[in-house]
């Protein structure tokens, strides 16, 4: 079953911020992090539940070649991407309101 992708504002926000932060570090790089974040998408519409809930009913899915992760929430055929951090950032410290 081909799962469906939504994406939160925040996550939509800070895949942006992070495209640009790489953008700026190397012409190119931030579209090499885009393209690595697709992959992963692509893989979580397949199976979803591959990976561990990190938080209660919050999975995280690691980004290859970067230390990013999407969080996301699986909710029947959607997977909700809830945020998309780096692996220094501590997602127990989000706000409630997911």
Request: proline residues 7%.
């Amino acid at each position: 079953m081909a799962y469906r992708l939504k994406f939160s504002t925040r996550a939509l926000r800070e895949t942006g911020k992070a495209q640009e932060w790489y953008e700026l570090q190397s012409p190119g790089l931030g579209e090499e992090f885009i393209a690595a974040m697709e992959l992963q998408l692509k893989r979580l519409e397949q199976a979803p539940l591959l990976h561990a809930e990190v938080i209660p009913s919050v999975r995280r899915a690691l980004l290859p070649r970067f230390p990013y992760g999407l969080f996301y929430a699986v909710r029947g055929d959607l997977v909700h991407v809830l945020a998309v951090l780096h692996d220094a950032r501590n997602p127990s410290r989000w706000p409630k309101n997911r």
